[in-house]
C-alpha cells in the first residue's frame, strides 16, 4: 500500500503562484510513477502533470504547460508540482496520485494510489 498526503493548497490571486507537495509512504516510492490531478466542480479528473520513477522524463497537459513544473526527491519521498501565473480555470481539488510499481507515469490508467486532495482557488 502507498499513503500520499498533499499539502500547499490554497487562494491565490490570478497570475500568482503556488507550489503543492506531496509526502508518500509505504512500498519502494523510486518504483512509482507519480502525478498531480485535478478535479473542478462538474469536470471530469484529468491529469495535469506526471514524472517518471527516476524524475528524468515528465507529462504536462496542454493546460499547464510552460507554467509548471513537477518534481520529484526520490530520498525525501516527496513529490512537488509548482505552478505559476495561475488562472481562475486553474480551480479545483488537486490530488497526487501513484501508479503500479514501475507504471507509466503518463498513462491515467495506471494511477492505483490517491491522495485525500487539496483545494486550490484562483481569484480574478
Known amino acids: 500500500q502507498v499513503q500520499l498526503l498533499e499539502s500547499g493548497g490554497g487562494l491565490v490571486q490570478a497570475g500568482g503562484s503556488l507550489r503543492l507537495s506531496c509526502a508518500a509512504s509505504?512500498?519502494?516510492?523510486?518504483?512509482?510513477?507519480m502525478g498531480w490531478f485535478r478535479q473542478a466542480p462538474g469536470k471530469e479528473r484529468e491529469l495535469v502533470a506526471g514524472?517518471?520513477?527516476?524524475?528524468?522524463?515528465?507529462y504536462y497537459a496542454d493546460s499547464m504547460k510552460g507554467r509548471s513544473t513537477i518534481s520529484r526527491d526520490n530520498a525525501r519521498n516527496t513529490v512537488h508540482l509548482e505552478m505559476n501565473s495561475l488562472k481562475p480555470e486553474d480551480t479545483a481539488i488537486y490530488y497526487c496520485?501513484?501508479?503500479?510499481?514501475?507504471?507509466?507515469?503518463?498513462?491515467?490508467?495506471?494511477?492505483?494510489?490517491w491522495g485525500q486532495g487539496t483545494q486550490v482557488t484562483v481569484s480574478s
Open positions: 509505504g512500498r519502494s516510492f523510486s518504483t512509482l510513477g
Open positions: 514524472i517518471s520513477w527516476s524524475g528524468g522524463l515528465t
Open positions: 496520485a501513484a501508479t503500479s510499481p514501475l507504471a507509466r507515469w503518463d498513462d491515467t490508467t495506471k494511477y492505483a494510489y
